[in-house]
């Protein structure tokens, strides 16, 4: 085991950096193919060693891998060995916009490298798993408890850097190789670790690349104001980029690429199943153009409600997330920051590829926008519960692009299922089969839950007669501000039931689960509770006429008149 500590920072080391330290393919390559063709020229050199990503779902068999410069022609590199998988480059635009669907080529060596060793034990581990056929990715190749000696394996080198207030704390890293790092079953002990509670304004951790790690890339605990950018990070077990603390604030963490995560059982439960690209625990930090591949989830914002849920976020853009088992992006248990003058902004975020694209837990004073999300499997944009202030705005949502051999996007939103939300100049594509809905409401909901108002405005449908479902009477109700929904404007789409005046229409395309009726904008609806009905009851004597609102979604024009011996027939 080796550890460098470095105390009071005035540590510089600078190597060479790559100009382009990551690109995708320009076009397909295939199995036994030596040569690729970049997007962009490139200064990598003969005897570099480069990551070929993959561009599958998550849960796929492992598809990145090694190889080798032979030479560089321009933006065509020639590999030493060929290629053990394809790696596809499709095609797909979006109003004059071209979707990332390509693979990414990272460069992996750099000029100086600290290294860790690799135990025999751990090797005999890794063959055991090729024996069985499990690959890396998942929590599928774990140690059996009587394994897990400390001591004897897993344990590489780490860096830990401290700053304190007080002292002078510099620390420049570029250009920097970390292989065969982290410790397994200690927590704490990432390839790199910066702790403390400096702001380190002019620090820096630029063009590094933290690859074979056994616990963890690199984690920041309580330092603020350090700049994190254009550094890859590549077969790491557990979380790759770390906020620990939920104290960091204004740091920079930027044009990073983080590939390959594998779960492992020596860290948190999270990172046995569903290790997350770039892990947050912080949200006053910037988080701006990174991209993650081949991981649990993307971007996990694991915010604690005592302090980090209110605090507001001070950046999230340009961000990708693709190929992950689980989602792109999650926000978790909830998240309520206090801004009182605007709300938060998720801004510019694309994910595919992944079980699901975004899911906010519970929120408030949020607006995701500029979303783009596609090819994803069970849901595109998934607000489990509002509190009010939410919104989705300037999106687009794509059922499949196109490839017969993949399946239709279950949802691309999924509505809350209690409160408000409002969706804003939002398209969705491509939700053309019967397994499949552009709006889904009541995410979560059981029989009798839900009842609440989505509003809309501006919404295109192209190619999705699947427009909005009800998974059950009285789930929702779809206020149509401008009638880009239902061509009448101020209308509202609800579920059909008995009770709806007669100048409501049934449509018939616009819910699978529970038939869709659009009523006028001259109806007011309330949401109700049985509760009060069942103590109505008990006051009125029987043999009494009644005149009463129907549950729940009844309108304020449309009143009932009966018996009460036939009340309990209405509801």
């Given at each position: 085991?080796?550890?460098?500590?470095?105390?009071?920072v005035?540590?510089?080391?600078?190597?060479?950096?790559?100009?382009?330290?990551?690109?995708r393919?320009?076009?397909?390559?295939?199995?036994?193919?030596?040569?690729?063709?970049?997007?962009?020229?490139?200064?990598?050199?003969?005897?570099?060693?480069?990551?070929?990503?993959?561009?599958?779902?998550?849960?796929?068999?492992?598809?990145?891998?090694?190889?080798?410069?032979?030479?560089?022609?321009?933006?065509?590199?020639?590999?030493r060995?060929?290629?053990?998988?394809?790696?596809?480059?499709?095609?797909?635009?979006?109003?004059?916009?071209?979707?990332?669907?390509?693979?990414?080529?990272?460069?992996?060596?750099?000029?100086?490298?600290?290294?860790?060793?690799?135990?025999?034990?751990?090797?005999?581990?890794?063959?055991?798993?090729?024996?069985?056929?499990?690959?890396?990715?998942?929590?599928?190749?774990l140690?059996?408890?009587?394994?897990?000696?400390?001591?004897?394996?897993?344990?590489?080198?780490?860096?830990?850097?401290?700053?304190?207030?007080?002292?002078?704390?510099?620390?420049?890293?570029?250009?920097?190789?970390?292989?065969h790092?982290?410790?397994?079953?200690r927590?704490?002990?990432?390839?790199?670790?910066?702790?403390?509670?400096?702001?380190?304004?002019?620090?820096?951790?630029?063009?590094?690349?933290?690859?074979?790690?056994?616990?963890?890339?690199?984690?920041?605990?309580?330092?603020?104001?350090?700049s994190?950018?254009?550094?890859?990070?590549?077969?790491?077990?557990?979380?790759?980029?770390?906020?620990?603390?939920?104290?960091?604030?204004?740091?920079?963490?930027?044009?990073?690429?983080?590939?390959?995560?594998?779960?492992?059982?020596?860290?948190?439960?999270?990172?046995?199943?569903?290790?997350a690209?770039?892990?947050?625990?912080?949200?006053?930090?910037?988080?701006?153009?990174?991209?993650?591949?081949?991981?649990?989830?993307?971007?996990?914002?694991?915010?604690?409600?005592?302090?980090?849920?209110?605090?507001?976020?001070?950046?999230?853009?340009?961000?990708?997330?693709?190929?992950?088992?689980?989602?792109?992006?999650?926000?978790?248990?909830?998240?309520?920051?206090?801004?009182?003058?605007?709300?938060?902004?998720?801004?510019?975020?694309?994910?595919?590829?992944?079980q699901?694209?975004?899911?906010?837990?519970?929120?408030?004073?949020?607006?995701?926008?500029?979303?783009?999300?596609?090819?994803?499997?069970?849901?595109?944009?998934?607000?489990?519960?509002?509190?009010?202030?939410?919104?989705?705005?300037?999106?687009?949502?794509?059922?499949?692009?196109?490839q017969?051999?993949?399946?239709?996007?279950?949802?691309?939103l999924?509505?809350?299922?209690?409160?408000?939300?409002?969706?804003?100049?939002?398209?969705?594509?491509?939700?053309?089969?019967?397994?499949?809905?552009?709006i889904?409401?009541?995410?979560?909901?059981?029989?009798?839950?839900?009842?609440?108002?989505?509003?809309?405005?501006?919404?295109?449908?192209?190619?999705?007669?699947?427009?909005?479902?009800?998974?059950?009477?009285?789930?929702a109700?779809?206020?149509?501000?401008?009638?880009?929904?239902?061509?009448?404007?101020?209308?509202?789409?609800?579920?059909?039931?008995?009770?709806?005046?007669?100048?409501?229409?049934?449509?018939?395309?616009?819910s699978?689960?529970?038939?869709?009726?659009?009523?006028g904008?001259?109806?007011?609806?309330?949401?109700?509770?049985?509760?009060?009905?069942?103590?109505?009851?008990?006051?009125?004597?029987?043999?009494?006429?009644?005149?009463?609102?129907?549950?729940?979604?009844?309108?304020?024009?449309?009143?009932?008149s009966?018996?009460?011996?036939?009340?309990?027939?209405?509801?």
């Amino acid at each position: 085991m080796r550890v460098l500590k470095i105390h009071e920072v005035h540590s510089v080391k600078e190597g060479w950096i790559p100009k382009v330290a990551f690109t995708r393919l320009k076009s397909s390559a295939h199995v036994n193919d030596t040569r690729l063709v970049l997007q962009e020229r490139v200064d990598w050199q003969p005897g570099d060693e480069i990551m070929v990503g993959r561009t599958g779902f998550g849960d796929a068999q492992q598809q990145e891998e090694m190889a080798v410069i032979e030479f560089v022609n321009d933006t065509e590199l020639y590999l030493r060995s060929p290629l053990r998988y394809s790696h596809n480059v499709g095609e797909a635009w979006v109003n004059g916009q071209s979707l990332p669907l390509s693979a990414v080529v990272a460069l992996i060596s750099r000029r100086v490298v600290v290294q860790g060793n690799v135990t025999m034990e751990r090797m005999s581990h890794l063959r055991q798993c090729v024996k069985a056929g499990v690959t890396r990715g998942g929590s599928r190749c774990l140690y059996k408890r009587s394994e897990r000696q400390l001591g004897s394996r897993d344990l590489g080198a780490i860096v830990v850097v401290e700053a304190f207030q007080g002292e002078v704390s510099r620390l420049r890293l570029e250009g920097v190789q970390f292989r065969h790092v982290g410790q397994e079953f200690r927590q704490h002990r990432s390839a790199l670790t910066v702790a403390g509670n400096a702001w380190m304004a002019d620090s820096y951790i630029r063009g590094c690349c933290i690859l074979d790690s056994f616990g963890q890339g690199l984690r920041l605990t309580g330092i603020s104001n350090l700049s994190v950018e254009s550094n890859v990070f590549y077969n790491i077990s557990g979380h790759g980029l770390l906020l620990g603390e939920g104290l960091e604030e204004g740091n920079r963490v930027s044009n990073n690429i983080v590939i390959g995560l594998s779960g492992t059982d020596g860290l948190s439960n999270i990172e046995t199943l569903s290790p997350a690209g770039i892990y947050i625990r912080a949200p006053a930090n910037n988080i701006k153009g990174n991209t993650v591949c081949a991981a649990g989830y993307g971007y996990f914002f694991h915010l604690s409600p005592e302090g980090p849920s209110k605090i507001p976020l001070l950046s999230f853009s340009e961000n990708v997330a693709h190929s992950c088992t689980r989602y792109g992006l999650l926000v978790y248990p909830e998240y309520l920051p206090d801004s009182p003058n605007r709300p938060v902004q998720f801004n510019n975020f694309t994910a595919w590829s992944s079980q699901g694209g975004a899911q906010i837990f519970s929120s408030s004073n949020l607006e995701l926008q500029h979303f783009w999300i596609y090819a994803c499997k069970d849901f595109g944009i998934d607000i489990v519960e509002s509190l009010g202030n939410t919104s989705v705005a300037d999106s687009v949502l794509i059922g499949h692009i196109g490839q017969k051999d993949r399946t239709c996007m279950s949802a691309g939103l999924k509505t809350p299922k209690r409160y408000q939300l409002f969706i804003s100049n939002t398209a969705f594509r491509n939700f053309d089969a019967n397994t499949c809905t552009g709006i889904r409401t009541c995410s979560g909901c059981y029989q009798g839950q839900g009842g609440f108002i989505v509003s809309a405005e501006r919404l295109t449908f192209i190619n999705s007669p699947f427009q909005v479902s009800f998974p059950f009477p009285h789930s929702a109700i779809l206020e149509d501000l401008d009638g880009s929904v239902t061509g009448q404007k101020g209308s509202h789409l609800l579920p059909s039931t008995d009770i709806l005046a007669v100048s409501c229409t049934a449509i018939a395309n616009f819910s699978q689960a529970s038939g869709g009726s659009v009523c006028g904008s001259d109806l007011v609806f309330h949401r109700g509770y049985k509760l009060a009905f069942v103590e109505l009851r008990i006051q009125l004597k029987v043999g009494t006429d009644v005149q009463s609102e129907i549950n729940g979604q009844a309108p304020d024009s449309q009143r009932f008149s009966g018996r009460i011996a036939n009340f309990a027939k209405i509801f």
